[in-house]
């Protein structure tokens, strides 16, 4: 009788799950009319620029949007134009409105965008539509389908001189470690990033992607570098791993891009190990959300009833009724205003 316990335990923790991410980004306050209806997912990411202005309608109808797309859980993250969820942004774009019009009062700025902390408690509150408003930092999540999904998540993008939220100027850390997915605004430097004849991704974040090796990195913020590429890696990481030194080009594939648009923008082949897909999502290109959502099929490992003992919860199966979709781990409350503005 043991035995039989100790080997059924083994094969739980052992059995994959085939989970479907629904992977969107730079939504900006529109709606999806080009793309409804959108197939059912088990999850949908948002990587961020929930609004273009960072006003409270944005984010409402953002809200709307999500709920609109049917999957039990919706992870979302801010995005540059999202300066409302930054409190130094925030001080710092009140200031400066106050500045260039002084008749503009604290009743204009709250009517418009909210008082500093309004857009967040809406978020938190979508929490009751499966909707879930993540900071910087790793998140272990327990999801409907039985799976177990661990994921980092970073808003934040290279500053391009703008205010703008949840940038930084010279440096960030981006502390990735084993995941599954990475979530991030931007896209590292040298994939799906090129804004005109720039690249703008970030260095330290192709860095820490290339060692962390994640199955899915989604991102969005460079909208015309809409697409999906499948990178195998080389076998060395390099001394300054960049994309010339580092990817093994002859073994990539390009999915997908607007030069080249997929028949589907989908991706349902098992990700192998020492390979990581790509997906830049950015849905908006000339003031619609015309490019489309990707779709990606992912196994994940079974969620274990050891992992529940270990990660604890944040929210209580008694105190939140959608615990039975969300088990938040201790570390999933990540540290939110790292970066220095200079
Ligand atoms: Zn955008």
Sequence with gaps: MALYTSASAVNERLKSIKTRFLIISDTHGLDLSYHKPLV??????HCGDLTEH???????????????ISAPLKLVIAGNHDWTLDKLAYELKVAEAKKIDPTC????????????????????????????????????IRL??????????????PSNGGEWGFQYNSSHDFDIPDVDVVMTHGPPLGIMDRSGRDRIGCSQLFTAVRKAQPRLHCFGHVHKGWGGKLV????????????????DNNNSEVIGS???????????????PETTLFVNAALEADGAL???????????????????????SRYGRSAKPHASVLEMSAESIGPLHTAKRV
């Design 290 to 312: 015309s490019q489309r959502p990707w779709l990606v099929e992912m196994d994940l490992s079974a969620h274990t009833e050891k992992e529940v003992s270990i990660q604890g």
């Design 105 to 140: 009062s604290d009743h204009d700025i709250e009517k418009a965008f909210g008082k500093y902390g309004a857009v967040r408690r809406l978020l938190e509150a979508a929490r009751e539509h499966g909707i879930l408003f993540l900071e910087e930092g790793v998140h272990n």
């Design 40 to 45: 059912p997912a088990d999850v949908v990411l």
């Design 54 to 68: 960072s006003k409270f309608s944005e984010i409402q109808a953002t809200i709307q949007l999500l709920r609109s």
């Design 232 to 247: 195998a890696w080389r076998k060395q990481v390099s001394e300054s791993p960049c994309h010339f030194n580092d990817i």
């Design 144 to 157: 409907h389908n039985g799976s177990n999904l661990k994921l980092y998540a970073s808003p934040y993008t």
């Design 258 to 272: 607007l030069l080249h648009p997929p028949e589907l923008a989908e991706f349902k082949d098992p990700i192998q």
